[in-house]
């Protein structure tokens, strides 16, 4: 596996066509190829103990979001340099091989303006959805996700609603209110429509969420308060049926918010365990274990982190970095079978964002300035560490922590296993791995990442 672009180095030991390992230190080290040992006289002060009979969930794959100023930014750079740019994204030879979109269902923050697939005339409204339409996406969202479903076919789409289109809420606008209850069945045939629509364009969608944070109701740009009552009754009574009756069947994930009230997916599963898919979370609020408790209580429920963005509220390189890494471990060994970044890529004022919107403070996988000035960022780097080493179908095995050094191992489809290491220390460490034949030492630095791909013969498909 080649990553174009960045600084590397040629592994020199003689394991090195065992193990591949990557490494990141700073700002000006990132995701760097490295020798497989430190010194072969270290001994190692952090052992990490593997157990591969012990197995946890697979893993569906990482990704970020096309948000329609993403995809506006990526879409005005020169051909060759766009082509480069998605290549590095989704490219599993010669980029990070994302394989999971979550783009939003019409406007969110990060939209140039407001905009639904079915707007119309204030005091007006369009019970048989006459006037839907996708036009909106086809000019950067829908010819950037086809890209990059070519690029790696196993991307999946995810479609996420902020609010459905004004005139079905109770505020007459896209921003702040509620759905009325007797738009619920034609809001129904909105999604299925949307469905549709998409895969006359060659896109199939993987599976829904009902409601982006569902308990959160934004001033300045697309939101709706959705209740998990009605997020219930809108799922079993409208959504569900209106996909059967279509022949449709995503998949569907619910709640898609904080870790911080998990009384919300608990009340959907409790009471309609079978209508959803799934539970979606994001870690604006709250802690990574909220995900394993529910879904433990609920026989092993289906956990999907949706959406994370890192911003201006911690400060670069290091505690951001650090941050991400040590968010992300967690997040995994939480039951998660993705990790879902938020924006693909923003300009240097951290936008475009809907008119009204103010200061933005988040961060995207890439900052883009001009036709042909691209900047990854730590963002882009740290997602890395493990979309590039965890393949789609891998499955999580047992892995020690202590003594600050977090980890993640998880066995890929291959008969390879890739272990993703941040040391979250003050102190550096040299951790030794001891798999089979696999049996290397490691020097890792103080808020360090390590990422690796080896091959122990420790395990085989199917086991």
């Not at 996406?137 to 890209?147: C, F, G, N, Q, W």
């Not at 690796?452 to 498909?461: D, E, N, P, R, Y």
């Amino acid at each position: 596996m080649s990553i174009t672009g960045l600084n590397t180095i040629e592994a020199t030991d003689a394991q090195s066509e065992l193990v591949k390992a990557w490494l990141t230190t700073d700002a000006t080290h990132m995701l760097q190829t490295v020798d497989t040992c430190a010194d072969k006289d270290t001994v190692p002060d952090v052992v990490l103990d593997v157990d591969h009979t012990k197995r946890f969930q697979s893993i569906m794959g990482f990704g970020a979001s096309f948000t329609d100023s993403s995809a506006s930014l990526i879409n005005s750079l020169d051909t060759s340099v766009r082509q480069q740019v998605m290549q590095r994204l989704f490219d599993r030879q010669r980029g990070i091989g994302l394989s999971l979109l979550r783009n939003p269902m019409g406007a969110c923050d990060y939209s140039r303006w407001v905009y639904s697939y079915d707007d119309m005339p204030s005091g007006e409204s369009d019970a048989t959805l006459k006037h839907f339409s996708i036009k909106h996406d086809l000019a950067d969202i829908l010819p950037l996700t086809k890209m990059a479903m070519q690029i790696n076919p196993e991307v999946q789409l995810i479609a996420s609603p902020w609010s459905a289109p004004g005139w079905m809420k109770d505020s007459g606008t896209m921003i702040t209110g509620s759905l009325m209850k007797r738009w619920y069945s034609a809001y129904a045939e909105y999604f299925v429509k949307f469905i549709q629509a998409y895969e006359r364009e060659g896109v199939q969608v993987h599976a829904l969420t009902v409601q982006n944070e569902p308990l959160f109701e934004p001033p300045h740009y697309p939101g709706m308060l959705v209740s998990a009552r009605e997020e219930l009754e809108f799922v079993v009574s409208y959504l569900r049926p209106a996909l059967e009756r279509s022949g449709l069947s995503p998949e569907i994930y619910g709640y898609d918010h904080n870790w911080d009230h998990p009384e919300y997916p608990e009340y959907l599963l409790t009471h309609a365990h079978d209508a959803f898919d799934g539970i979606a979370w994001h870690w604006y609020g709250g802690e990574a274990e909220r995900q394993s408790e529910v879904a433990q209580r609920y026989q092993d429920f289906p956990s999907y982190f949706t959406e994370g963005s890192g911003g201006e509220w911690i400060p670069a390189f290091r505690p951001a970095f650090s941050n991400l890494m040590r968010t992300g471990i967690e997040i995994l060994r939480n039951c998660s079978r993705s990790l879902i970044l938020w924006n693909i890529a923003l300009d240097h004022h951290n936008g475009p964002t809907v008119p009204g919107f103010g200061r933005s403070t988040c961060r995207g996988l890439l900052k883009i300035s001009k036709s042909t000035a691209v900047e990854y960022t730590l963002d882009y780097y740290g997602l890395a560490h493990f979309s590039s080493a965890i393949a789609k179908g891998a499955v999580r095995i047992d892995s020690s922590q202590n003594k600050g050094v977090r980890s993640l191992v998880c066995d890929n489809p291959d008969g390879t296993t890739a272990f993703v290491l941040f040391n979250d220390g003050h102190e550096d460490r040299n951790i030794g791995i001891r798999d089979a034949e696999l049996n290397v030492v490691y020097k890792l630095p103080s808020q360090a990442a390590l990422t690796i791909v080896a091959h122990t013969s420790t395990w085989s498909k199917g086991e």
